[in-house]
């Protein structure tokens, strides 16, 4: 009875220590038990961490126009926290060979600085548009699309997927991730996939189904045109077959993923990498002293964090956009307090990011083995942003070229 009358408050219970970050949507979220309390930042950083290196990703124009020329080239950057460096990864070799034959053609034109206006209908037109899919372990999956149209010459539109390895800025195969076995094994299922895909278009009817199946010859299996993911803690192989011309020009089928091994680096990267909960509502990234979870809403739409100690109490932290994709835990004895000052530069310098930054947000990862229409354009499958440099805002050179993309 004394202890029920007790005008005593009652004692709250503290979330556990915790400190770590996680990239979800656009955005990367720092975790910190501060006070008692779960304390959250949120910048719009797309991270990797290779080898205990924490790297920025972004994509930037390299714009090469004159005026009856639109040569609008991309780029992506790995950027180093710590020292600061930015180092390009890959770049549109298309586009920047059509602006140098265009340039060697044209000896007495004038490149157009960054506030100067082009035709409004220029005679050769060249750009290209990439999108940050994924990141597992120190490879970086993307999709771009190039778009050419030169009067009287060519007019092309070719979307593409591709994986390059962060760590050298190698294009990566199938071949070296995976080893010869493996590779054809992964190829023949997607051919076998692909195959299965083109006769279920052929047989559809309907309004649709026919013009889907007057599209879907222009789309050619490419074993080359791939992206690598996690689900559910394993890798997998996705393939995009590129349409060639006519109305599958520009746009990408994407086919059932395929299960692939664990690389050899796997096991650096096994603790970042979230598995399905049992209800298969949630994703958990497991720990000794506390988990970390992602609790998905019923709209598809975001996801509530969640930190859980030994004893399985829970705390929430905050709403995600979808998908959450890894967990990177600061409070382990390999990071040190130079990587820690490293990732808090960058989100304070973050918010100075220009506002063309733009967002793709892409299908949850429970969605990722539906097979989309071809006479749909497909997006990519997971969130990205990009980042132009800071000193060239947007002009409406560029304005019209995103005009005449949609």
Not at 151 to 160: G, I
Request: charged letters at 25%.
């Amino acid at each position: 009875m004394a202890a029920g009358c007790s005008s005593r408050p009652r004692l709250k219970e503290s979330p556990p220590a915790a400190e770590f970050l996680v990239t979800a949507g656009d955005s990367a979220f720092w975790v910190t038990t501060t006070e008692g309390r779960l304390r959250l930042r949120r910048a719009p950083l797309t991270l990797a961490n290779v080898r205990g290196r924490f790297y920025e990703l972004y994509v930037t124009d390299d714009d090469r126009s004159y005026f009856d020329a639109l040569l609008v080239g991309q780029r992506i950057y790995r950027r180093d926290l710590v020292s600061g460096d930015s180092v390009p990864v890959f770049e549109d070799r298309r586009v920047n060979g059509i602006a140098r034959a265009y340039a060697a053609e044209h000896p007495g034109e004038r490149r157009l600085d960054a506030d100067e206006e082009g035709s409004d209908e220029p005679h050769t037109v060249a750009t290209s548009d990439a999108e940050l899919l994924d990141v597992v372990g120190p490879l970086l999956s993307f999709a771009y699309s190039t778009n050419i149209d030169i009067a009287n010459v060519e007019d092309s539109h070719v979307m593409r997927h591709s994986v390059v390895d962060l760590r050298d800025g190698s294009t990566a195969t199938l071949h070296g991730v995976f080893g010869d076995s493996v590779a054809h094994r992964i190829i023949a299922e997607g051919r076998a996939a692909y195959r299965i895909v083109i006769d279920s278009v052929r047989r559809a009817s309907g309004v649709d189904g026919r013009r889907a199946a007057r599209a879907i010859d222009t789309f050619q299996f490419d074993s080359t045109s791939f992206a690598i993911v996690d689900i559910d803690g394993a890798p997998m192989v996705g393939f995009y077959v590129p349409g060639k011309g006519g109305p599958g020009g520009g746009l990408s089928l994407p086919l059932p993923h395929v299960r692939a091994p664990q690389p050899a680096w796997w096991a650096e990267i096994a603790a970042t990498v979230p598995k399905l909960s049992a209800d298969s509502v949630s994703e958990v990234w497991d720990g000794p002293r506390y988990d970390v979870i992602a609790r998905y809403d019923t709209s598809g739409d975001f996801a509530t964090l969640v930190v859980r100690d030994s004893t399985r109490r829970e705390w929430n932290a905050t709403r995600l956009p979808i998908p959450a994709r890894r967990v990177y835990r600061l409070d382990t004895p390999d990071v040190d307090t130079t990587v820690v000052r490293g990732l808090s530069r960058a989100f304070d310098e973050s918010s100075l990011y220009s506002g063309a930054a733009r967002t793709v947000l892409g299908p949850a990862r429970a969605r990722a083995n539906v097979v989309v229409q071809v006479s749909h354009a497909v997006r990519p499958m997971s969130p990205a942003r990009r980042t132009r440099s800071a000193s060239r805002p947007p002009t409406h050179r560029r304005d019209r070229r995103e005009r005449d993309r949609r």
